[in-house]
């Protein structure tokens, strides 16, 4: 009798593990089929994305982009728990095309377009052309600023720095290009605001970069991220 | 007492139960069902695995991937990403057919690459070739492409190759040479062009008639469309246009002088520099460009070189003797 009833209690666990095998697969389908749209409505996909993704996020992205998501200007990993987004508008899928492909990663199908040229370095502009356009920058960010620089340095912003090129007109960054706005909103900035760092990245330019993940991370991996992130992004 | 009693009982056989739970009595058909049991379970772990590794040819499409063409897929996100950006406009707001024209678009371009390699491409093609072969460039190259070292670092090895950073030298030089003259023997040739360099020196004027008059020549080796260079040159450039003699007599040339009669390979020259501009040391901060540059150089090198040998290693490859 007693060994009738464990061996009960063993089919069940069996049947129950086997379920969930079965129930998972079907999520994990579900979630990496689904298109644009579609997950955002399904709460138990999001729900399973989201038991998904943390621990992928801790083990693969956290050392860049911090364990809560803050980024880290040292590196010039943006913050993502914010809605601003470097390239594109922060869809699922146009985050999950960051995830897989990288950054200036030399997958053939990254983000590559451009990069932060060195303007001082290069010789484009002096260190005084240099300067002044930070003292720009600094002005439309709303921080302390020399404005006998500002008019110069908006001239060359708009001139032979060719800033407004990637950066914009009103220099609110182009997702084309993943290039950052510069006006510092909220506390925004790729790699600090601070007159020094701003001297340098026009000075020496920034190459910023992030791995490709297909490959090394599973499908429903890399959707669970994209969907995670997308969730961050939207709290916020 | 009891001992034969026991031996009975173990030496009697098992009597067959209806009972398919007792499992204290044997049962045929408990037998064939656990072994039918434990056959299906082998199978169908099997399947599994056979059905759903990777580069099993199977109708199934995996879920990530909007089509498999000859196993090879083309992946849902790259096609939801194609169709937004080829028509502008978030992927829920495309119709059916704008959707099916990407896919049908991503399937032709997949055959069309699959065919490239089933009639070898690579193998022959000069143009597919340069492409591969700067496409995996750019994959090992990433990495120090993106990086972006501190000052510091590159005033390190600024210091560390202080002689490479100079300015350019620039030159602008005649290179002359002594005509062969009928019944002139090389000893009375070397004694006209000693007497041509005294001349030059006290500064006759070195214009055709004079050229003519002492038959001299220049030697060609400056030569651009046809024509001899009477502008500036690059000092590399002269090095590399001038016989060897030659250069080094016009290294040590003050702008103005004449140098002494050279004998090189091919006869006599006489070098009149008209100008130069010597290199000079650059500093840092205007050498920081090249000092960039020449890290980048170095370490893309040094993984050129790495990647070979990783590739070599692997590689087997054989060659004739070339000697």
Redesign the interface.
């Known amino acids: 009798m007693i060994?009738?009833g464990i061996?009960c209690v063993a089919v069940v666990l069996l049947g129950a593990a086997i379920y969930h095998q079965v129930h998972a697969s079907s999520l994990?389908?579900?979630?990496?089929?689904a298109?644009?749209?579609e997950i955002a409505t399904d709460p138990e996909l999001v729900e399973f994305a989201q038991s998904v993704a943390p621990p992928v996020y801790r083990e693969h992205c956290a050392v860049c982009h911090g364990p809560a998501l803050g980024g880290e200007r040292a590196r010039g990993a943006p913050n993502l728990a914010d809605d601003r987004w470097l390239y594109g508008t922060g869809?699922i899928?146009?985050i999950?095309?960051t995830v897989?492909y990288g950054i200036?990663?030399?997958?053939?199908?990254s983000h590559n377009l451009t990069?932060m040229p060195?303007l001082g370095?290069?010789?484009q502009l002096t260190q005084q052309d240099v300067r002044d356009v930070v003292e720009y920058i600094l002005a439309i960010s709303k921080q302390p600023h020399d404005a006998t620089a500002v008019e110069r340095g908006r001239a060359i912003f708009a001139g032979a720095g060719v800033c407004y090129d990637c950066h914009g007109g009103d220099a609110l960054g182009i997702s084309d290009y993943g290039t950052p706005a510069l006006t510092g909103l909220g506390g925004a900035w790729l790699y600090g605001g601070e007159r020094e760092t701003l001297y340098k990245s026009v000075w020496?330019?920034?190459?910023?970069?992030c791995p490709a993940w297909v490959g090394t991370l599973s499908?429903v991996q890399i959707?669970a991220l994209a969907v995670f992130l997308h969730g961050k992004s939207q709290h916020e | 007492m009891n001992e034969p009693q026991f031996n009975r009982e173990r030496a009697s056989p098992r009597v067959p139960s209806n009972d398919f739970?007792d499992?204290t009595r044997t049962d045929s058909r408990r037998s064939f069902a656990l072994l039918a049991l434990g056959a299906s379970l082998g199978l169908a772990i099997a399947g599994y695995g056979l059905f759903t590794s990777k580069g099993t040819s199977t109708n199934r499409l995996p879920?990530?991937d909007i089509a498999l063409v000859n196993q090879k897929p083309i992946?849902?996100?790259?096609f939801?990403?194609q169709t937004?950006t080829l028509y502008s406009v978030?992927?829920?707001q495309t119709t059916a057919q704008q959707r099916r024209k990407v896919l049908e678009d991503m399937i032709n371009e997949e055959l069309m690459v699959q065919r490239g390699i089933e009639v070898d491409l690579p193998g022959y093609d000069p143009d597919v070739r340069t492409a591969l072969v700067a496409?995996v460039e750019?994959?090992?190259?990433?990495?120090v492409?993106?990086?972006?070292p501190t000052?510091a670092e590159l005033e390190a090895y600024y210091q560390k190759h202080r002689d490479k950073y100079s300015s350019v030298g620039v030159l602008r030089l005649r290179d002359l040479m002594l005509n062969f003259m009928p019944g002139e023997t090389d000893a009375q040739r070397s004694e006209r062009a000693v007497r041509l360099v005294t001349e030059l020196r006290q500064g006759a004027r070195l214009d055709d008639a004079f050229m003519e008059k002492n038959a001299l020549r220049d030697s060609g080796a400056l030569l651009v469309s046809g024509k001899t260079d009477l502008g500036d040159i690059f000092d590399f450039a002269a090095q590399e246009k001038l016989q060897p003699q030659v250069y080094a007599a016009a290294r040590r040339l003050p702008a103005g002088q004449v140098s002494d009669p050279v004998t090189a390979g091919d006869g006599l020259h006489i070098v009149v520099m008209n100008a130069r501009k010597v290199p000079e040391a650059l500093s840092f901060s205007a050498a920081?460009?090249r000092v960039?540059n020449d890290m980048k150089t170095e370490a893309q090198e040094r993984i050129r070189n790495a990647t070979y040998g990783y590739l070599r290693s692997k590689a087997d490859i054989v060659a004739a003797d070339i000697h």
């Open positions: 060994r009738t061996a994990e389908a579900r979630l990496v089929r298109l644009p749209g869809t899928y146009e999950e095309q897989l200036r990663s030399g997958h053939p199908k990069d060195g370095r290069t010789g020496d330019g920034r190459h910023g970069s499908f959707r | 739970f499992f879920p990530e992946y849902r996100s790259d939801v990403i937004q978030p992927f829920e496409g750019l994959q090992m190259y990433a990495d492409l993106a990086r972006s000052d920081r460009e960039w």
